[in-house]
């Protein structure tokens, strides 16, 4: 593509451009930096901002190509929100003789743009609603006869006549004619000159991961007068550039045919690749009144649209996902998706309620869950069948396992966890996570007040159709109702699904506790794409886990193994007791554990608590501190006069050394060893002194210290006393008289 022009008005005096007659128009050409369009490659550019009172003067800006061209794209951004009133032309082409060759109208009321060559050939296009700027494109080739229009990278219109009258030189570009009662303001930007096809603006991702707006691909339904609204509530919620918002003209209809599913995958793909982005999305979200469900299996159940087109295959059916469950989560790239994609559906009964689900999105991003106001329902209890039991295990192991510790969320289990028995909530309030698996329908009544900050409801239906709308006033199914009961996103089933269909939840938290976005946890946690399962919510969205709370790290043999970026539990802030026993040491071994506390922004506590535990007939203990002297073996003890004073130290006061009782042990050499004294405690000290008589033979001493558990302790042994090496005892006073 050779560009002939690019004119952004960031120059005064318009660049090449040339004002129109001005004096007592009614269209005033302003440069204005409100008038720019927001996905410029330089964001403090200039747009034109046109403005029109009436009167029918017209006022505009023109631009000499050099030469007459007869195969030429013209491409302009346009914001038309704020006129009303009539028609206006706002760019108009002029051959060499100055005769008008080409016209692009639009009406302000309807939304309608029309396009007129000479000759009579016309060419035309709506806008619908709600969607703020629009790329128009208009080719036009003399030679070959055609001419086509383009709106918003989508093919709008064509037409194969004579169009040897329409070669154009000069352009204007502004209110070149009006009609007498349009009022109001219109836009203008990034005017491009080119002989091929050009296209919208391309925002290139600033992140390799499907966390970046740039990754996603926005599909909402033109045919319905609200959608537009919806697509752009979205676009300024998430920050999605203006050219992955693809609006198509689809059935209105929730269920479709799988020819019609198949039309909307190649049209999907089609503007992909028209525009250059198909290297680039990881993800789609089907929008406002864009069809959820495929009518390709028959007895009201049916394939899910979303799920279908985890790929861009127009032939349904499963398949594995290589990409699930990761051994070490690393966020996908799209060289990793290698043709798979992430998706995600957003609709409603009505615009306001798809808009909620975007607002609720919002409040969950802005803030992180809290243990105390967003419990953890968990339900993977669905009876007792060999059938269940893999699926049932790895659910259970992950939820009573470091992962469900991860979250920090209260968790609530609707049974034992070593049980294998049918259970179920009745009720939920207080949830702002809810996950499990049922073969029955949900009671419409489930989630009661009060409500937590409802954030992801998922509820893996197995049986049969569970969700085959989204759109009904009343709730009645498994997606429908959590939404109706203020959840920000859900995970439905279309379709009955065999076990090892189902998600592993545990690949879905954890990604999650790591801050991916709901879609990118959502399908790393799929053993199988293409399948009955599909997510309803907002993709971007990312639920802070709590971070205030208790880290656990060990066991530990020693504090130098210690790794402070992996804790063994993380404990939610509410947990005041600590139960080690399910990672206490082997029977009769000791371990270290360290803890450290974590605020509300997850910065850890300067000075974590080391502790130590020892595993005793089945129970995990905390042994006494031990003295920090002695503190190696052959520790020297001091003799003075025939008696030896034997001295243990800590480095605190014994109070807080968990110490029940100290004993001196002695032992003779070669002997056995006994208590040689019960040394006196004083709590408020940090030291016990024992003084016993020089042994008659070679004797060694240490210290026993035992728990108010009963946890014995040792210190190392001192070195040999040997009383044939030691000096008298006493002085012998000679020539004393009385």
């Known amino acids: 593509m050779q560009i002939h022009k690019h004119i952004d008005f960031q120059v005064p005096g318009w660049g090449e451009y040339s004002q129109g007659p001005t004096t007592g128009s009614s269209a005033l050409l302003t440069q204005s930096d409100s008038a720019s369009f927001p996905d410029r490659p330089s964001r403090d550019g200039i747009g034109l901002d046109v403005a029109m009172s009436v009167g029918d003067e017209g006022s505009y800006l023109t631009h000499d190509l050099g030469a007459e061209q007869s195969a030429l794209h013209v491409r302009l951004l346009l914001n038309p929100q704020g006129v009303s009133g009539g028609s206006i032309t706002l760019l108009a082409g002029l051959d060499g003789a100055d005769v008008e060759s080409m016209r692009v109208s639009l009406d302000a009321d309807s939304g309608d743009l029309f396009v007129w060559f ?28 055609q001419a086509d229009l383009w709106i918003n990278g989508v093919p709008a219109d064509q037409v194969n006549a004579g169009l040897s009258a329409a070669t154009i030189q000069t352009i204007r570009l502004g209110a070149v004619h009006k009609d007498t009662n349009v009022t109001g303001s219109l836009y203008l930007d990034e005017v491009v000159f080119a002989d091929s096809y050009i ?53 209105t209809a929730e269920i479709i045919s799988t020819s019609q599913y198949a ?29 959820g469900y495929i009518d390709s299996i028959g007895g009201g159940i049916y394939e899910s649209v979303p799920a279908q087109m985890q790929t861009a295959s127009t032939t349904l059916g499963p398949a594995l996902n290589t990409l699930a469950s990761p051994a ?168 009955n699904s065999p076990v090892f269909w189902i998600p592993d939840a545990g690949a879905l938290f954890d990604t999650l506790t790591l801050g991916w976005t709901l879609t990118e946890a ?59 026993f399910s990672a206490a040491p082997a029977e009769d071994q000791e371990a270290v554990y360290v803890v450290r506390h974590t605020d509300e922004m997850g910065r850890a506590e300067s000075s974590p608590t080391s502790i130590r535990i020892t595993h005793v007939d089945g129970q995990s203990l905390m042994p006494p501190a031990m003295p920090v002297w002695p ?33 001196l042990m002695g032992q003779l050499e070669g002997g056995a060893e006994v208590v040689t004294a019960q040394a006196a405690i004083n709590p408020r000290d940090d030291y016990v002194l024992v003084i016993e008589p020089l042994p008659p033979v070679r004797t060694r001493y240490r210290w026993r210290v035992t728990s108010p558990d009963g946890v014995v302790e040792y210190t190392d042994w001192s070195e040999y006393i040997d009383p044939a090496s030691e000096p008298a005892s006493s002085l012998q006073q000679i020539g004393a008289s009385y």
């Open 631 to 663: 503190d190696a073996a052959g520790w020297m003890a001091d003799v003075e006069e025939g008696q030896i004073r034997l001295l243990t130290c800590w480095a605190g006061p014994i109070a807080g050394m968990r110490v029940g009782s100290v004993e």
């Open 199 to 251: 296209g919208p603006v391309i925002v290139a991702p600033g992140e390799s991961h499907a966390g970046d707006p740039a990754h996603w691909l926005v599909v909402y339904n033109s045919a319905d007068p609200d959608a537009g609204a919806w697509a752009e509530a979205y676009r300024l919620a998430r920050s999605i550039p203006y050219a992955n918002l693809l609006g198509l003209a689809l059935p």
């Open 328 to 495: 070490s989560y690393e966020r996908l790239t799209t060289p990793d998706l290698a043709g798979k994609r992430m998706t995600a559906r957003i609709d409603g009964p009505d615009l306001a309620t798809a808009i909620q689900l975007i607002d609720r999105a919002t409040a969950i991003c802005e803030t992180r869950l809290s243990a105390d106001d967003a419990l953890f329902y968990f339900d993977p209890f669905v009876g007792d069948g060999a059938v269940y039991q893999s699926a049932f295990n790895d659910m259970i192991d992950w939820i009573t396992g470091n992962g469900g510790m991860q979250t920090r969320l209260n968790i609530v289990l609707s049974g034992d966890p070593g049980g294998n028995e049918d259970a179920g909530f009745e009720t939920v309030s207080g949830d702002g996570l809810f996950w499990g698996w049922s073969l029955t329908l949900p009671d419409a009544d489930i989630f009661t007040a009060p409500a937590g900050r409802r954030a992801l409801c998922g509820q893996v239906y197995l049986d049969g159709a569970s969700a085959t709308t989204l759109r009904s006033m009343s709730p009645g199914n498994w997606a429908d109702i959590p939404l109706a009961a203020g959840y920000a996103a859900v995970v439905a089933s279309s379709r």
């Open 263 to 291: 039309d909307l995958v190649t049209r999907v793909d089609a503007y992909l690749s028209l525009n250059q982005l198909d290297g680039q999305i990881m993800g789609v979200l089907l929008g406002y009144r864009v069809p």
């Open 118 to 145: 000479a000759g009579g050939t016309t060419l035309s296009a709506s806008f619908g609603t709600g969607i703020l700027w629009h790329c128009v494109e208009v080719a036009v080739d003399t030679v070959a006869d």
């Open 522 to 580: 959502w399908f790393v946690a799929q053993p199988v794409i293409r399948g009955g399962f599909y997510l309803v919510g907002d993709p971007l969205m990312t639920i802070g886990m709590p971070r205030t709370g208790t880290e656990v790290f060990g066991p530990l043999e020693s504090l130098k193994d210690l790794d402070t970026d992996s804790p063994a539990f993380i404990l939610p802030e509410s947990v005041r007791e600590l139960d080690l």
